[in-house]
Structures are given as structure tokens and as C-alpha cells.
């Protein structure tokens, strides 16, 4: 057996064990093999300590307690400890499809010189609300970390995610353009696919951490493009379209309040992109609402100039 052979798959994940178990089943169908060798590694960020639990049903996988830090860190300490030359990041609510480490290690052995491989997300049925959400993949460009594989050497000289990220919000987008700074090549491989639900989310804390994590991000990245107003209506007044009217014969008014919370916290953003003053005003009277608020507010305060950036996600 090569070097080359050894995977290392981090799994950050948060007390979910009915979402993790299902990924855990899906990735024992495939890990003896005689191409590779796995090394799996969850890092839970929950206040429950599942070790017990993991140990006896899948002894195969090491079970770290996270940093509670978010899912940045988490993913970084899952990453830590681990030795493999590549590494396969997963999310708990994910399920591997039978090819998919397969498919990963024949793409690492026949493209030397690609350092990153971008696997297929699918979602598993159909939308049926405003408020369901899917980091659907299908042809690549994206990069969401539920399933994306790393050289060791790559994601270490990067310095892994950024850990100021304190949220699921805009720190894989942070993670992408970082690699695209810096001219990564990335492949996209289909048969490395995943399956994931929708899933609804809402609330307005939600939204607000969203918005942190959007005016971070337009910080480290002000070249991405400053959220003007003619640009919000450029690109947003079209997915308003889709999303409130093309759409409403199939969503009717399922989650329709969490899409106009969206609309108006796209509005915010605008506006504090035309008036970056406004953005600083409402950032320096803004009250937390948990610790990864406060640590948030915190970094954005210290920031010279807070500006506010919109991608296209
Ligand atoms: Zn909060």
C-alpha cells in the first residue's frame, strides 16, 4: 500500500446522532477496500458526551469532544488529529453513496497535480417551502464543505477554516475564495456524491447570524464586490421572482415568513453597503444574542472599516 492511500474523513458534527448514525452506515459499506485505508474522525460539538455510544456501535471512528466554537473550529480540530495525506470533510446530515471514497481516491492518484476535489451534493426529494434549504451541488463550483476533499499539505498551508467564522454561515464561502485567491485547482468529481435532505430553517436569530457572518466575510473579502443597491435589485429582485412567485403554486405559504425575513435582512445588508455608516452604527449598538454573537460583534468592531460584500451563493 502507497502513501497515497490513506483517507482521512472529519465529520464535525453537533449531539445528532439520528443524522449521524445514517452517514456512519452509509460510510461501513465502503471501508475495507483494497485501494485505500480510512481514518474517520467526528468532532462533537454538543454538550453531551456521546463517546460511549460511538465506541460501541462503530468502533472504527474516533470520537472527539469539539471546541464548541462553531463549525469552523470544529472542523479544525477534527482535521488536527488526524494524519492522513487527504482529507474528506462530511456532514453529519449527509448520506455517502457507495462510489463516493472510491471515486475520491481514483481521482487523487490520477491527477497529481489537483489539490482539491469537490464532491456532488443531491438533495434527497423535492423542495416543498420558502424555509427548506440544500447545498445542492450538482455540477460543481461551489465548494461546500459537506463534501469536499483536501490535500493535508493544501489545507495546512491554508491554515484550515477560519475559526473567526463563528457560525454555518459564509466561512466555506471564506474557504473557497481563499483557495481561488491563491489559484487552487479544483476538480469536480460526480461519482463522489452525497445525499442530503432538506431541511427547514428559520428564525430571526438565524437571519441575524447570517448577517454577521455576510458583513465578516465582505471584511476579508471587500474585492468580491460591495453590496450596492442597484446590485441587490439586480440579483436579488430576480430570486424574490423565482422564490415568491414562480414557486408559490408549489410553497404556497409554507415558510413564507422565513423568506421575507431573508428579503428584509438582504435590504439591511444593502443598505449598510450604500452607507457603510449605517452598517458601523448598527454594529456598534448591536446586542448579542449568544457567545458566537458577542465573539462576532467583537471582530467586526475591530475592523478598521467594516464594509458589507454580497456573493453570489
Ligand atoms: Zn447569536
Known amino acids: 500500500m502507497t502513501q497515497r492511500s490513506t483517507i482521512s474523513i472529519i465529520i464535525p458534527t453537533c449531539n445528532r446522532l439520528n443524522t449521524l448514525f445514517p452517514l456512519l452506515d452509509s460510510l461501513a459499506l465502503q471501508k475495507e477496500s483494497p485501494l485505500y485505508e480510512i481514518d474517520v474522525v467526528t468532532s462533537d460539538d454538543g454538550k453531551r458526551d456521546d463517546t460511549a455510544q460511538i465506541q460501541q456501535l462503530y468502533p472504527w471512528v474516533r470520537y472527539l469532544r469539539g471546541p464548541q466554537r462553531g463549525p469552523s473550529s470544529n472542523r479544525n480540530n477534527g482535521a488536527r488529529s488526524t494524519t492522513g495525506d487527504l482529507l474528506l470533510f462530511l456532514d453529519d446530515d449527509c448520506i455517502a453513496s457507495p462510489t463516493l471514497l472510491s471515486s475520491y481516491v481514483r481521482e487523487w492518484n490520477e491527477n497529481p497535480n489537483v ?46 477554516f477560519e475559526e473567526r467564522f463563528r ?18 485547482l479544483i476538480k469536480f468529481v460526480p461519482d463522489a456524491q452525497v445525499f442530503h435532505a432538506w431541511e427547514i430553517r428559520t428564525g430571526w436569530k438565524r437571519i441575524r447570524h447570517y448577517l454577521f457572518s455576510k458583513m465578516f466575510f465582505a471584511q476579508l473579502h471587500p474585492v468580491k464586490g460591495s453590496l450596492k443597491l442597484s446590485y441587490f435589485i439586480k440579483t436579488r429582485v430576480r430570486e424574490i421572482l423565482y422564490n415568491g412567485i414562480l414557486s408559490w403554486n408549489v410553497y404556497r405559504f409554507r415558510g413564507v415568513s422565513q423568506l421575507l425575513l431573508g428579503i428584509a435582512n438582504d435590504w439591511r445588508l444593502a443598505l449598510f453597503g450604500q452607507f457603510p455608516a449605517l452598517g458601523r452604527w448598527y454594529i456598534a449598538r448591536a446586542k448579542p444574542c449568544c457567545a458566537g454573537c458577542e465573539a462576532m460583534l467583537t471582530t467586526l468592531r475591530q475592523a478598521p472599516v467594516p464594509v458589507v460584500a454580497e456573493v453570489r451563493r
Open 115 to 160: 489539490s482539491v476535489f469537490e464532491g456532488r451534493i443531491t438533495a434527497i426529494g423535492t423542495r416543498t417551502s420558502h424555509a427548506e434549504e440544500c447545498p445542492v451541488n450538482e455540477t460543481g463550483g461551489y465548494l461546500w464543505s459537506c463534501n469536499l476533499a483536501i490535500l493535508r499539505s493544501t489545507f495546512m498551508s491554508l491554515g484550515g
Open 167 to 184: 457560525f454555518p454561515a459564509m466561512e466555506d464561502v471564506d474557504f473557497r475564495e481563499r483557495l481561488m485567491e491563491r489559484k487552487t
